[in-house]
């Protein structure tokens, strides 16, 4: 089973870059499908970005395409999620999670676990 731990949130400008990081604890980190979600208050989780288990393909909400990097190191076991050109619609929770699929899911239901999650807040 494996343990998932963000980092890299915090308060940035908008027009500002953050680096989200998840680390992952329990074996076979590349044997998961990895995705990053982000979540407000009163709504419901969104999916932002999911690598596959190899890190050879990638998927993107739309929102984040051109924005947004999800890179993952599986020799560290570690996947990350740059951010840049950060807007006030951004700001939220976000949570990385394990899939063990074998595609790109982008869906909540995909995945059985999940990180504590991390803020991001942007000002405008």
């Known amino acids: 089973q494996v343990q998932l731990a963000e980092s890299g949130g915090g308060l940035v400008q908008a027009g500002g870059s953050l680096r989200l990081s998840c680390a992952a604890s329990?074996?076979?980190?590349?044997?998961?499908?990895m995705g990053w979600f982000r979540q407000v208050p009163g709504k419901e989780r969104k999916f932002v970005a999911a690598?596959?288990?190899?890190?050879?393909?990638?998927s993107y909400e739309d929102s984040a395409k051109g924005r947004f990097t999800i890179s993952r190191d599986n020799a560290k076991n570690t996947v990350n999620l740059q951010m840049n050109s950060l807007k006030s619609e951004d700001t939220a929770v976000y949570y990385c999670?394990?899939?063990?699929?074998?595609?790109?899911?982008?869906?909540?239901?995909?995945?059985?676990?999940w990180g504590q999650g991390t803020q991001v807040t942007v000002s405008s």
């Open positions: 690598i596959n288990r190899s890190g050879g393909s990638t």
């Open positions: 999670a394990a899939s063990r699929s074998f595609g790109i899911p982008t869906t909540t239901r995909n995945y059985g676990y």
């Open positions: 329990g074996p076979t980190f590349s044997g998961y499908a």
